[in-house]
């Protein structure tokens, strides 16, 4: 050990001053002769004019990282300050080059920026740069508004909600827009009394139902939209068919109409609501034309023309209408002219007669009207308006109950006769005084007096002829006599339906 430390600080300083010199030496030796080195750097690569392709609906991809490596030769001393940041390296997406859409690559262009002094060479190791294309689309996509939840009691979102606007279109490439199956707003509802009215964000849906999120690759517009949703009242109003439209078979009438549907429930706003009390179908929807059995008949009520505001929200809004068709059935009503008929405008210069008292009125009804018809029903009249003197065969106007139909039409003879002038008695004048002298003088008749062949209290005037009476004969009773009643023969009844007319004659004065 001590033999070791004795020979390494033998000489020391020879020794340290040996070592100087080697190294300095060395040093000049390396600054003279500094050989060429070589080193591989990653160098990233600039894409420009890409405009040219996204003007035209494309984007791209770089196949890889986007880097390239670049072989650099400098002196040794110099390699070290060789970096990527010298270089510039692009690909001119104008000068693309290809076999298919989609797939293309663009020749790398390189150049020197720093160092140029110092950098003796250099090789870029690959050529090209890869790219995938893909087209950029635009495409619409309509809103479903999901309903969340329950509206109130006694309310109900009466129609479908409404996205204003109803639809948004989604641009990207085509593979993340493919993605797309649906566009849904999920709106909640739950104990809701009035409209409802927001704003929000539609969600993009695949086809498994999970969300596509709208990021950097896809742009949405608009990007919010306005959900409107009327939530109005309900009511329970029943339905009513009261009249149907058109004319059965020959012989037949409607007997009954029945709507198998006792009510139906709407909604509204409450101030129209109040103002529904029933859904009445009109008569122009269900024709019974031609008809000569009971018929069914299916109505849509939701395509009525409601009450503005009103909607049919069972359901099942469909009912079941049944007309019911009977044959007619008929019967005779015999009334009484002078009594049952009133005869229109008379003048006092006439009398009016029948020439018979009855008339036979034939109706025709369903056997449950016919049973509830009665003959004092009919409302009967004749217009004498204007009329002469003379005889006239005249028609019967006649008014009779609802659904009961008039068979035939009925005439009656009438006689137009003046009224007869009443005689005016002419007063007796009195007997005048006479004096004693007077009485004994023989008073001379007037040679002008005109002399009667008839004798005291005689008339040569005869009695006024009235048109239908018969000259009065002489007759030997006496005024108590001519008082007394006359009896007749009972007539048969006025008013029952008879099944046959009766020949009677005698004569109705009116």
């Known amino acids: 050990m001590k033999t070791l430390k004795k020979t390494l600080l033998n000489n020391l300083t020879l020794k340290l001053l040996a070592v100087v010199i080697a190294f300095f030496t060395w040093f000049v030796v390396m600054y003279n002769i500094n050989p060429i080195s070589q080193k591989t750097i990653r160098v990233p690569v600039r894409i420009i004019n890409s405009e040219v392709l996204t003007g035209k609906n494309w984007e791209y991809d770089v196949v890889g990282d986007g880097y390239v490596e670049v072989e650099v030769s400098a002196k040794s001393f110099d390699l070290a300050r060789v970096d990527a940041a010298d270089f510039n390296l692009y690909v001119d997406m104008r000068y693309l080059t290809g076999s298919t859409n989609t797939e293309k690559r663009g020749t790398i262009s390189t150049e020197i920026v720093n160092n140029t002094d110092i950098i003796k060479s250099y090789k870029v190791l690959s050529t090209y740069l890869e790219f995938k294309l893909e087209e950029i689309v635009t495409r619409e996509y309509k809103i479903n508004v999901i309903t969340k939840g329950s509206a109130a009691e006694n309310f109900i979102a009466a129609k479908e909600p409404t996205a204003v606007p109803d639809s948004i279109k989604v641009t990207g490439r085509s593979s ?28 993009l849906l695949d086809s498994s139902g999970a969300v596509v999120e709208a990021g950097d690759d896809l742009k949405v517009t608009p990007e919010r939209v306005q959900i409107v949703l009327p939530i109005m009242q309900t009511k329970m109003v029943k339905v009513t068919c009261p009249e149907v439209s058109g004319v059965p078979a020959t012989g037949y009438t409607v007997s009954d109409i029945e709507v198998d549907v006792q009510s139906i429930k709407i909604a509204g706003y409450k101030a129209i609501l109040s103002n529904v009390s029933a859904i009445e179908i009109p008569a122009d929807v269900i024709s019974v034309e031609g008809i000569a059995q009971t018929k069914t008949y299916i109505v849509d009520l939701s395509t009525l023309d409601l009450p503005e505001g009103i909607t049919v929200v069972s359901s099942n809004p469909t009912v079941n209408v049944t007309v019911a068709v009977e044959k007619l059935k008929q019967n005779t009503y015999r009334i009484s002219l002078t009594d049952d008929v009133s005869v229109e405008g008379k003048s006092d210069l006439h009398d009016y007669s029948f020439d018979t008292n009855i008339a036979d009125i034939k109706v025709s009804g369903t056997s449950a009207d016919l049973m509830a ?4 029903n009919i409302q009967a009249s004749v217009s004498v308006y204007g009329l002469d003197a003379g005889e006239y065969s005249l028609p019967l106007s006649i008014t009779l109950p609802e659904d009961i139909i008039l068979v035939n039409s009925v005439f009656v003879n009438v006689s137009v006769t003046p009224k007869e002038t009443p005689e005016i008695p002419t007063p007796t004048p009195e007997e005048p005084t006479t004096t004693a002298e007077e009485e004994t003088t023989t008073e001379e008749p007037s040679s002008e007096e005109p002399i009667s062949e008839e004798g005291p209290g005689e008339s040569t005037a005869e009695e006024p002829y009235v048109p239908g009476e018969t000259e009065p004969e002489e007759s030997s009773l006496e005024p108590e006599d001519v008082a007394e009643p006359v009896e007749t023969e009972p007539t048969e009844n006025i008013g029952d339906p008879v099944e046959s007319e009766a020949d009677l004659t005698e004569e109705g004065n009116v």
């Open 176 to 203: 993340q827009v493919d993605k797309i199956s649906s566009v849904v707003y999920y709106l909640n509802i739950d104990d809701a009394s009035e409209e409802i009215n927001e704003t929000g964000a539609p969600i």
């Open 373 to 376: 018809m009665e003959a004092a």
